[in-house]
């Protein structure tokens, strides 16, 4: 049931950064299971994804925004102005920065984007657990010459540290309102585009160099089997790669690397729809497709959406 009472608090949390902050690492962690896909490759995400957290007095819904960066093609451009776009009608901005690397020119950037906005700031120094307690002090005051932040709440999004605490400070900025989505809703997309993000962390997993920016996945086809004996899913998706060569590299000697892609996908996809899954992948040429608009709407980036 849907609570819409006096005492309820709810409202929006847009997380932004520079790619690799961890993100999508807090965003799993809150939410208690993966729905944004993680790797040490910069703009892993690349479409704005929801995770809904419902606690007993409060509902927050934190948007997970792609990793703020200098475009460097149509795609990088859609992939900006999501994150921009997310500012707009959020109740609490968290601005995720990395305890291990200083504050640097995308930091700069996003410091004086956020001037032009009246939603409080938090600024949020994650991964702690890597840095000794003391280059906090510095840390810290590298970036509060630069901007006047509502709250600066130190975490380690991997082990957990302080993210009950900058959970509390979120909720006591939200203001009274309805439960938007149920308590067992943990994200507004739909299973399909879940399924593709966990094939394409899969492929950033296991490929290098150009690889992982130059791809995209398509489901083709989810259809539950009917005539076999136990409950069956077959997933047909596309991997799209920009060059002939790509091609080669994602399916791999003998078709080694795409069948490693296919097992790893596969079980995070059967956790995610509790039943057996059979995944075929293809993998397909489409030259350029991040600089072609027709082809950015095609793969679910649609700038009419934001």
């Known amino acids: ?3 819409n009472n006096e005492n309820y608090k709810s409202g929006f949390i847009s997380i932004i950064g520079r790619p690799n902050v961890g993100k999508s690492t807090f965003l799993n962690r809150v939410i208690g299971q993966k729905i944004a896909i993680m790797s040490d490759k910069p703009q892993t995400t690349r479409n704005k994804v929801q995770g809904v957290l419902t ?3 409060s509902q927050m819904v934190f948007i997970d925004t792609p990793g703020i960066h200098i475009p460097k093609h149509k795609l990088g451009d859609f992939m900006l102005k999501v994150a921009k776009n997310t500012l707009r009608e959020v ?3 968290m601005f995720m920065v990395n305890a291990v ?5 995308i930091d700069e950037y996003i410091m004086e984007m956020l001037e032009k906005n009246e939603t409080p700031v938090f600024l949020v120094i994650n991964k702690i657990d890597q840095v000794h307690p003391e280059k906090l002090v510095d840390i810290i005051e590298s970036y509060t010459k630069k901007y006047d932040f509502a709250e600066i709440l130190p975490i380690s999004a991997l082990q957990g540290n302080n993210v009950d605490k900058l959970l509390e400070t979120i909720q006591s900025y939200l203001p009274q309102g309805p439960q938007y989505y149920p308590a067992d809703q943990v994200t507004d997309h739909p299973e399909r585009f879940i ?5 394409r962390e899969k492929v950033l997993h296991l490929t290098r160099e150009e690889i992982p920016h130059s791809i995209a996945v398509v489901i083709d086809k989810i259809k539950k089997e009917e005539d076999t004996e136990k409950d069956m899913i077959r997933v047909s998706a596309t991997i799209v790669v920009e060059r002939d060569s790509q091609k080669g590299i994602v399916i791999g000697k003998k078709g080694a690397l795409l069948k490693e892609v ?3 996908a596969r079980k995070d996809i059967e956790m995610l729809l509790g039943t057996n899954v059979y995944l075929e992948l293809w993998v397909k040429v489409q030259k ?5 608009s027709a082809h950015l709407k ?5 700038d009419d959406e934001y």
């Not at 690397?101 to 020119?105: I, S």
């Not at 399924?195 to 094939?199: A, D, H, N, P, W």
């Not at 350029?288 to 072609?292: A, E, F, L, P, V």
């Not at 095609?298 to 649609?302: I, S, V």
């Open 91 to 93: 109740d609490v901005i």
């Open 55 to 57: 606690l007993e007095n």
């Open 1 to 3: 049931m849907l609570q």
């Open 195 to 199: 399924i593709s993000e966990l094939i």
């Open 262 to 264: 296919g097992t790893r």
């Open 298 to 302: 095609d793969y679910g980036f649609r």
């Open 101 to 105: 690397e200083p504050r640097g020119k």
């Open 288 to 292: 350029d497709w991040r600089n072609k």
